[in-house]
């Protein structure tokens, strides 16, 4: 089928309306709501089935929604700089320990994946060295990751790299809320939560989704009259620029070194990094709504989660099934083992709290892994955020140079590398921690 604008609205249109029927479908019935299931995650499994892969009603087409998500991670990539926050917490020891805990525990998945590729898979399964990568992509960094993975491998002309990325993070998402949700179940149960005495006494709007209109907050801060530039057209024109300067550079640096395929996300990004210092320096910084921002980046997940879910070919997991499952396993089972045996030494003062949201967040996505934190500790009280947005100042360098480097590793020939310095940097991390007194046995309950 001839791609055309109309094309592209009758995708945007379609994804949307079953965005809709997903916020629906969470908001009434009740076994959705008891899986927590995003309304995104919703849309993109109907997606599945009732487009060209199973059913064939909707005139979806899956090289379609890959690209969608290609851009979409772009613009997500491109929104990073604009939001972040440059401030030191006063709870350093706090700050510190979810440092160590998440960035070693990223760093292992990571490594785990490439292990599982360069030594067992692709000496069963041809090509399929980078398999194992897919698993971290799709869980420590979620369907946006996931998407960037399979667009950089797409670019090489590996193809299947997509569908099972995206596989892995969908699966992700599911075992964040269900393992999570079993993890409160049993921490309740035992005495483990600080806050939650009865799982059943959960607030409606957590289930549903629906905000009250006492809780309702403003998305955004206007820096224009609208007569003359609507500040939403001011927000959203710089990220799409962003992305379309990304996308160019990507293109301009393949043309002249064909080797060096940089992905369009991180080019973005350095192009965020840019503009974002250049407005500093001119004050046009001020201009900008990191709230607004904010809420855009959310926005683009959501389409980007629903169009990654839609771009999963069938045949191409299926064919790979057998590898699929074995990382899933060990991916899930090795970080749980982690989350829990690391967590309950090195996260400090309220660790299951901290150990359920880490699990949220290396399984699936931050907003279920907030979802989960708000489950056990509703009035925020334990300070896990607060600890996490300052810790992620330190780990966000480290989670992009994993993210960038690892297509590029694997399809040059330098894996083996990639996965001896993720190992060692896991390691340098507890180190560091057990250096600080931070791994001692905690003897809270």
């Not at 060209?52 to 969608?68: A, K, R, T, V």
């Not at 299926?318 to 749980?336: D, N, R």
């Amino acid at each position: 089928m001839e791609f055309t604008p109309w094309t592209f609205l009758v995708d945007f249109g379609l994804i949307s309306a079953l965005l809709m029927l997903g916020k629906f479908l969470r908001a009434k019935v009740k076994f959705i709501q008891k899986l927590f299931l995003p309304p995104s995650l919703i849309a993109g499994f109907a997606a599945l089935v009732l487009g060209p892969e199973i059913l064939g009603w909707l005139p979806l087409q899956p090289d379609n929604c890959g690209s969608y998500s290609a851009v979409l991670i772009a613009l997500v990539f491109a929104c990073i700089p604009l939001t972040s926050q440059k401030k030191v917490s006063e709870n350093k020891e706090g700050v510190g320990r979810m440092w160590a805990y998440s960035n070693s525990g990223m760093l292992f998945q990571w490594a785990l994946g490439g292990l599982l590729g360069l030594a067992f898979f692709g000496f069963i399964w041809e090509n399929t060295e980078a398999l194992g990568i897919a698993m971290p992509a799709g869980f420590c960094g979620g369907h946006g990751t996931a998407a960037a993975l399979g667009a950089a491998f797409a670019e090489n002309g590996q193809t299947d790299m997509m569908s099972i990325s995206m596989t892995c993070a969908t699966i992700g998402i599911i075992s964040a809320v269900v393992i999570g949700l079993a993890l409160i179940k049993w921490g309740s149960n035992h005495g483990k939560t600080s806050f939650l005495t009865k799982y059943s006494d959960l607030p409606d709007e957590l289930r549903t989704g629906i905000l009250p209109k006492d809780k309702r907050d403003s998305i955004g801060e206007a820096s224009f009259s609208a007569i003359s530039l609507d500040s939403l057209t001011f927000n959203f024109g710089t990220i799409a620029a962003i992305g379309a300067a990304g996308y160019g550079i990507s293109c301009l640096v393949a043309h002249f070194w064909p080797i060096l395929k940089l992905p369009t996300f991180i080019c973005a990004f350095l192009v965020a990094l840019a503009v974002n210092k250049i407005f500093e320096k001119t004050g046009a910084i001020q201009y900008v709504c990191p709230k607004m921002v904010n809420h855009l980046s959310g926005t683009f997940t959501d389409y980007l989660v629903a169009f990654g879910v839609a771009s999963i070919r069938l045949a191409v997991v299926w064919k790979l099934i057998i590898p699929l499952v074995i990382m899933i396993v060990a991916g899930l089972g090795l970080t749980f083992l982690f989350v829990f045996a690391v967590g309950k030494r090195l996260a400090g003062e309220y660790w299951f709290e901290k150990v359920v949201f880490t699990w949220g967040w290396f399984t699936g996505t931050m907003s279920m892994s907030i979802a989960l934190l708000r489950i056990i500790d509703p009035d925020m009280k334990t300070g896990t955020l607060d600890e996490y947005a300052f810790a992620y100042v330190y780990v966000a360098p480290v989670e992009i140079a994993l993210i960038s480097l690892a297509p590029i590793a694997f399809i040059t020939g330098f894996g083996w590398l990639y996965v001896g310095l993720s190992t060692l940097g896991g390691i340098a991390t507890l180190l560091v921690a057990k250096k600080k007194g931070w791994l001692a046995p905690n003897k809270t309950k």
